[in-house]
């Protein structure tokens, strides 16, 4: 009979971007350039902060090896104009059968 051990992966990693609505198509761009599948990795909102201005949150699930090279290159390109930050998701667990 077989058996379905977890397999423990790397835990998925949040990027959120938080930035003023002009920049979402130049954040888009670059976005699509750094990560293999942005369009399904990637969420999109618009927003009308405090003091009425429009602004986007970006909010993109990415593995650790994509975390690193995409953080680095946001922050090099968009760091006086955006709000960058990580944070871990929920671990993933994925069971596989053993013969």
Request: one cysteine or more; hydrophobic letters at 35%; glycine letters at 4%.
């Amino acid at each position: 009979m077989k058996q379905l051990i977890p397999i423990k992966r790397r835990t998925p990693v949040r990027i959120e971007i938080l930035s003023s609505a002009e920049n979402t198509s130049l954040l888009h761009n670059d976005l699509n350039d750094m990560l293999v599948d942005a369009s399904s990795c990637c969420e999109y909102l618009g927003y009308v902060d405090k003091d009425g201005s429009t602004g986007v949150k970006i909010e993109c699930i990415v593995s650790e090896e994509e975390k690193q090279n995409t953080w680095h290159q946001l922050r090099l390109k968009h760091a006086t104009d955006c709000y960058i930050s990580a944070d871990p998701t929920e671990l993933s667990i994925e069971p596989i059968l053993i013969p």
